[in-house]
């Protein structure tokens, strides 16, 4: 067994050998994290042992999970397909009651529902994997089928499955603590495109398509952080919304041209079937509307643009919520080393939405794609052209699925977003 001991700089005169390692404490939580991904990699070159005990000798009982929490989130792996699997470290600790482990799960559940193809991963089969997690858990979960879509006039989510085989469906799933006395709920909007081919503004393959498996991370990170709030049993009340389809270029697929009827009766001009997300997720943010909800959050992998603003180094928020919430969710952001880059979302973007044809068209012009999406959303917040709920909408395009690792993620599902949700959520209802 390999042995660890997080200890304060007092011990500073011990030195680690093959089978024991002293990490020294550092206030900073992410130097923290960053010696746990340094002793990780050095026991994984050294392939001396299987099983590792991390033994906490330091009072600041944060830094001790924070250790731990990262260990334990890169002893991740996804192979369920391979036929030879490598094992993973058999991971004990001291104090056990200071990880929190319902949080792991989480980050791991969503890692698992980005990296599975779409072979398995269906909208249908997404509705089965939400029950079977909802059993482990304190949520509850219900599945709007395409007849209950079509009747609820979801333009926007019937129109992007339309080239697909598969139905589409709609999920909510409900969370509320036994002594929540509210009836606004915080809701949370997943996109959920199982896989976007870019319809029939076809995908190149290369470096696009062929990662388009992930298009359903925002949905994995609000299941797993649905999943990881009630299995902490926090005293909230959390709506989540999925819509999830697949966009394809089948016979019956919309095309560039076509005038979509939104469930608020907007209409849509669609310039570009490879920006569906935005279709799918409006209805969703609309139907929002019914919940009177306290605070409205979405996340999306939703434009290139915000990868190429921010890259793998943070996530692209923006919004109509007030300063104060914006600034929570920046510092929440910084606990768990999740970094929000807030956007200028000046009315002007708007603008780049007019359309000749109808209410507005679904994509701007090249410059700040992010951002003009956000006003492609903003429009499904409002009722009678007032903010219906404090909003906030954050794209993890660049971070959600990686070619290679880097930090605390690995190299495919990151799990973004479940740590940032769980923790800002965790602050929010302490203040409110």
């Known amino acids: 067994m390999i042995k660890i001991y997080i200890v304060d700089k007092s011990n500073k005169k011990l030195c680690d050998h093959d089978l ?51 260990f334990l989130l890169l002893n991740y792996k996804f192979d369920k397909y391979k036929s030879k699997k490598q094992p993973l470290f058999k991971i004990s600790y001291q104090n056990p009651k200071l990880i929190n482990t319902s949080l792991i799960e989480g980050v791991c559940i969503a890692r698992d529902l980005v990296n599975e193809p779409l072979s398995f ?34 333009g926007g989510v019937l129109s992007v499955n339309k080239g697909s085989v598969n139905p589409s469906n709609f ?73 999830a389809v697949e966009n394809r270029p089948g016979g019956d697929a919309y095309v560039p041209g076509d005038v979509i009827t939104m469930m608020n009766g907007s209409t849509v001009e669609v310039l570009n079937t490879d920006a569906e997300g935005r279709m799918i997720l409006a209805d969703a943010l609309h139907y929002a509307k019914r919940l009177k909800p306290s605070l409205v959050i979405d996340l999306a992998t939703l434009t290139g643009s915000a990868a190429r603003a921010v890259g793998k180094y943070g996530i692209v928020a923006m919004g109509n919520a007030s300063y104060e919430i914006i600034k929570l969710l920046e510092e929440s952001g910084l606990q768990v080393d ?15 939405l007019e359309s000749d044809m109808a209410d507005l068209k679904n ?70």
């Open 171 to 243: 999920n909510i799933l409900t969370y509320k603590h036994a002594k929540s006395k509210s009836t606004k709920p915080i809701v949370l909007v997943g996109k959920g495109v199982m896989y976007d081919t870019g319809g029939l503004s076809l995908k190149p393959t290369a470096n696009s398509m062929d990662m388009m498996k992930s298009d359903m991370a925002g949905a994995a990170a609000v299941i797993g952080a649905i999943y990881a709030i009630a299995k902490m049993k926090l005293n909230v009340h959390i709506v989540a919304l999925i819509p």
């Open 121 to 154: 991963l269906t909208a249908q089969q997404l509705a089965k994997e939400i029950k079977k997690y909802s059993k482990n858990s304190f949520f509850k979960v219900e599945t709007l089928n395409e007849k209950k879509i079509r009747d609820l006039a979801m």
């Open 338 to 352: 999740e970094k929000i880059a807030v956007q200028p979302f000046w009315d002007e973007y708007r603008l780049e």
């Open 363 to 432: 994509i701007g012009s090249a410059e700040a794609g992010h951002i003009t999406a956000g006003k492609f959303l903003e429009h499904f917040t409002k009722e009678k052209g007032q903010s219906a709920y404090p909003w906030v909408h954050l794209d993890i395009a660049g971070v959600a699925f990686l070619q290679k690792p880097y930090f605390i993620s690995p190299k495919g599902g990151t799990g973004a977003g479940v740590r940032l949700l769980c923790q800002f959520i965790k602050n929010y209802s302490s203040n409110v």
């Open 20 to 70: 024991i390692y002293y990490v020294i404490a550092d206030n900073n939580s992410r130097k923290m994290r960053e010696k746990a991904i340094k002793t990780y990699k050095k026991i994984v070159s050294a392939d001396l042992s299987k099983s590792i005990h991390i033994y906490n000798q330091i009072k600041e009982n944060n830094l001790y999970s924070i250790f731990v929490e990262t």
